[in-house]
């Protein structure tokens, strides 16, 4: 087999591994951060503004619209301020919803949410645009005690259709929480993914979480042992934490019903959309800062490159004259030092984009787990193609001085015996 | 042939299987390209109203009105250290400009070709082995070979079967050994065979025995010249050794060729 330009290339780079590595591992930082910045800006705010699904109008009684928004359909934490479902009811009455969902959370099974809710949740809500429900397996919950499992749930506890589990009231991150053992629930469906926080979620129906509320009254009252059921459930004991609603396609009349719900200081609204609109705008700033760092570490990259390879062209001044002496012309050896720079702007983007995804798959998990958004950290192909390029290109400028030091190599000069 | 025979110091200096007993040279299969190169009946070298001066200074360091070299001669060029002998080697492989005058090698003035025309030219003409060799360090002995051939017009399938030929006709047995794992007489006949990869017109040797031993000095000599006469290309030998004067068929004084000057 013959030698190559690629043979000669390789050969010079090995020659010089630990700084090559250590080069191309520069060049991996800089488009690794470069890459999860980007991908992990827009998968952030493509995730919130997904799980919002289809609700224009958020009511609960939570501080904030927010923290509303958060624990309401990011499952972040239990939502506080019980709305009596009496009043959910009147307010059903009272505005021209095109649909409402009341949800109840609260509850938890080993750590993930549960809701409490209606079969409008199904067949209202959808969890992202033009995306509705589907089960993977089973039916949609009809009876008390009937449990249907998000995509995500099912698979982290291993649910499978007729489990029969117990839940715990309070979530994750309420402290005192206790077992609902004596109620058993029974797996009746699960759902496909969606790609929202709804996918960590399991969900019944607000009877059986009233029923477990009215227990824990009826035990207060009554001690420990007392047998409860759905008949036992006061007025008092149907309470939900928020309502989902859409007024449809009439964007007038949503702006009239915001105005008029945001009037009533019993209620906190939140217009799902616009609320994480409005918090990726309060980040954009620091997101922008952290950009223009991304970006001054993909020039410090490049100066890396530079040095190194600057560094090593006193001791390849010899090598670059003796393959002068064999019939490389200046344009070659340019060329040679030119693609040497571009494989290591190559490779460091491609380990980049490597640590990249690594790092995203990381980030997303902790995102889940402590604030309950489910995020895809990942770019197009043609978005990870142009941070390619664009380290390919700046390793190519990076690699300009070198090649043009070893293009203007004195052959004779670099010739003569040492000493 | 070489004619000394192996001896203890010799394998010290050279390594066990340094030199072999004799030297098989194919002469027809070394030399069918070279023949095409010299079909022309050109001299290999034909210099006429050379004149070298450097930048600045007051006289030429080279002066020679007319020195024509054949394609199977061999020359030894001697001269006081600063005579410019290495300048003049380095103005025959086109690695420097003459400030007047032209050198034609196989008939095609060097110094008339620009840019990658003339490395292309002196890649496939001229062949060049060093006083210190020159040799690629972190290559392989047949990367070495190998990377004189990258710059020829032999087809590429043909690269490896000739570097190997050339390593067997020097006897050098581990193709893929470093060099710096070779003895300083291995170095040396790694150098021979890079230079004579291309099958080129000339061979230009440039003090090519003083890193070796007096002792040795003959023996590489051998070595040399007769790949040379082998392959077809002519030799030019620039030395301050005096004793290695009379092997050769012509001896050049520069002292009688070139107008005194100095060479930095």
């Known amino acids: 087999m013959a030698l190559s330009d690629w043979n000669i290339v390789m050969r010079s780079m090995r020659s010089r591994w630990f700084s090559t590595v250590l080069t191309i591992l520069t060049v991996a930082i800089a488009s690794g951060l470069m890459t999860l910045l980007i991908s992990m800006r827009s998968a952030g705010e493509d995730a919130f503004k997904r799980g919002t699904g289809n609700v224009q109008i958020l009511i609960s009684k939570e501080p904030g619209p927010l923290a509303s928004v958060l624990n309401s359909m990011f499952y972040a934490e239990a939502p506080g301020g019980p709305i009596l479902y009496s009043q959910f009811e009147e307010l059903v009455s009272s505005y021209p919803f095109a649909w409402t969902v009341p949800t109840q959370l609260g509850d938890s099974y080993q750590g993930s949410p549960v809701m409490g809710t209606t079969g409008a949740f199904f067949e209202s809500f959808q969890p992202a645009a033009d995306l509705v429900w589907t089960l993977s397996d089973g039916v949609y919950f009809d009876s008390p005690f009937e449990i249907v499992v998000g995509a995500e749930a099912a698979k982290v506890h291993n649910l499978h259709l007729g489990d029969s589990i117990t839940l715990e009231h309070g979530t994750a991150r309420t402290m005192g929480g206790h077992d609902h053992g004596e109620f058993g629930f029974t797996v009746v469906g699960i759902l496909n993914p969606t790609a929202t926080a709804h996918d960590r979620a399991l969900f019944t129906s607000l009877e059986s979480s009233w029923v477990l509320h009215a227990h824990d009254r009826r035990e207060a009252q009554l001690g420990h042992g007392v047998h409860t059921s759905i008949d036992d459930v006061s007025d008092d004991d149907r309470k939900i934490t928020g309502i989902y609603a859409s007024i449809g396609e009439r964007k007038a009349a949503l702006m009239q019903v915001l105005g008029a719900l945001r009037a009533d200081p019993n209620w906190t609204v939140a217009n799902p959309a616009s609320t994480v609109g409005g918090l990726f705008k309060i980040v954009s700033n620091i997101d922008q800062v952290l950009l223009a760092m991304a970006i001054a570490v993909m020039f410090s990259s490049g100066i890396s490159i530079l040095v190194a390879l600057y560094n090593t062209m006193e001791q390849r001044r010899r090598q670059i004259a003796v393959l002068r002496v064999l019939g490389a012309s200046k344009m070659r050896v340019f060329n040679l030092v030119l693609t040497e720079s571009a494989i290591i702007g190559l490779l460091g983007g491609f380990v980049g984009i490597a640590i990249a995804l690594a790092a995203g798959t990381v980030v997303s998990g902790i995102l889940q787990a402590r604030v309950g958004i489910v995020v895809n950290p990942s770019l197009p192909v043609d978005g990870y193609l142009m941070i390619v390029l664009a380290t390919l290109a700046l390793s190519c400028v990076a690699g300009i001085i070198p090649a043009v030091v070893a293009y203007r190599t004195a052959v004779v000069r670099s010739l003569r015996p040492i000493g | ?264």
């Not at chain 2, 196989?106 to 490395?119: A, E, P, Q, T």
């Not at chain 2, 890193?211 to 590489?220: I, K, S």
Request: hydrophobic share 40%; proline share 5%.
């Open chain 2, 1 to 264: 042939m070489p004619k000394h025979k192996p001896t203890w110091l010799w394998a010290a200096t050279f390594g066990v299987e340094a030199w072999p007993d004799e030297i098989h040279f194919d002469p027809v299969r070394l030399r069918s390209r070279h023949a095409m190169k010299t079909a022309n009946h050109h001299p290999a070298i034909e210099i006429d109203s050379l004149s070298f001066q450097y930048p600045g200074t007051a006289c030429p360091v080279i002066e020679i009105d007319r020195l024509a070299i054949r394609a199977d001669e061999q020359v030894v060029l001697t001269g006081q250290s600063g005579s410019g002998k290495s300048t003049l080697l380095h103005l025959i492989a086109g690695l420097m400009d003459p400030t007047a005058g032209s050198i034609q090698i196989n008939g095609i003035c060097i110094n008339g070709l620009r840019g990658s025309k003339r490395d292309r030219f002196r890649g496939h003409h001229v062949g060049m082995v060093f006083q210190t060799f020159q040799l690629l360090h972190g290559f392989s002995v047949i990367e070495n070979i190998l990377a004189a051939l990258m710059f020829s017009d032999l087809p590429k399938g043909q690269h490896r079967e000739r570097a190997l030929g050339l390593l067997e006709m020097l006897g050098i047995n581990t193709p893929n050994a470093r060099i710096e794992e070779l003895s300083v007489g291995q170095q040396q006949r790694v150098a021979v065979a890079r230079a004579l990869a291309c099958s080129p017109t000339v061979v230009l040797a440039d003090e090519p025995t003083a890193a070796l031993d007096p002792e040795f000095a003959n023996t590489a000599m051998d070595l040399l010249q007769e790949a040379c006469r082998s392959v077809g290309s002519a030799l030019v030998c620039v030395t301050h050794d005096r004793s290695l004067v009379e092997r050769f068929d012509r001896h050049e004084r520069l002292e009688d060729l070139v107008s005194l000057g100095s060479v930095s």
